[in-house]
T-cell receptor, first 113, second 110 residues
Framework: NAGVTQTPKFQVLKTGQSMTLQCAQD?????MYWYRQDPGMGLRLIYY???????DKGEVPNGYNVSRLNKREFSLRLESAAPSQTSVYFC????????????FGQGTRLTVV | GQQVMQIPQYQHVQEGEDFTTYCNSS?????IQWYKQRPGGHPVFLIQ???SGEVKKQKRLTFQFGEAKKNSSLHITATQTTDVGTYFC??????????WGAGTKLIIKP
């Protein structure tokens, strides 16, 4: 079982460049999430998708866009990267209902110079 | 909005000492989950508590959920080097979303 797969694992961008982080899960989960984690800090929710076809803003959505391409895939796009977006990005998924655990991808370590 | 406060931010212990992290919510939680993140890794689910006053054990780890379902704790007895990492709590809100604590980083002193 692959679980949650994120690509790429590492990325260096120049300020102003754009990129898309890819995430796919093979657990037939309804909900998918994008978090960022800055050094020594907790997880901050960027965007989430409660089900296929819906997306909602989280705590820190500015500078990001998302697409729930289908039930399996949820991508995060940075249109014009800024140094403040240097972080580790995690994709996660959860099954239906309120008592399900979150499964995380391995993370993408993004540096914007 | 709903918040989950987690303390302490860091805890340094000698190997063999105990470790405890606490989570407190501003509102009643439906349930609370605990996760562990190893250095350089991703959060991994440990356990979920649902009932008021619930206590669960996993070997040297003891998890408690408060009677009012507003607080929770994780206690590790006799820490080992394999326990190093950051421990997160996450409470479920009324919209079925997880509200995350900021995490407690466990550091084992050499």
């Amino acid at each position: 079982n692959a679980g949650v797969t994120q690509t790429p694992k590492f990325q260096v961008l120049k300020t102003g460049q754009s990129m898309t982080l890819q995430c796919a899960q093979d657990m037939n989960h309804n909900s998918m999430y994008w978090y960022r984690q800055d050094p020594g800090m907790g997880l901050r929710l960027i965007y989430y998708s409660a089900s296929e076809g819906t997306t909602d803003k989280g705590e820190v959505p500015n500078g990001y866009n998302v697409s729930r391409l289908n039930k399996r895939e949820f991508s995060l796009r940075l249109e014009s990267a800024a140094p403040s977006q240097t972080s580790v990005y995690f994709c996660a998924s959860r099954g239906y209902g309120g008592d399900t655990e979150a499964f995380f991808g391995q993370g993408t370590r993004l540096t914007v110079v | 909005g709903q918040q989950v406060m987690q303390i302490p931010q860091y805890q340094h212990v000698q190997e063999g000492e105990d470790f405890t992290t606490y989570c407190n919510s501003s509102t009643t939680l439906s349930n609370i989950q605990w996760y562990k993140q190893r250095p350089g890794g991703h959060p991994v689910f440990l356990i979920q508590l649902v009932k008021s006053g619930e206590v669960k054990k996993q070997k040297r780890l003891t998890f408690q959920f408060g009677e009012a379902k507003k607080n929770s704790s994780l206690h590790i007895t006799a820490t080992q080097t394999t326990d190093v990492g950051t421990y997160f709590c996450a409470g479920r809100d009324s919209n079925y979303q997880l509200i995350w604590g900021a995490g407690t980083k466990l550091i084992i002193k050499p």
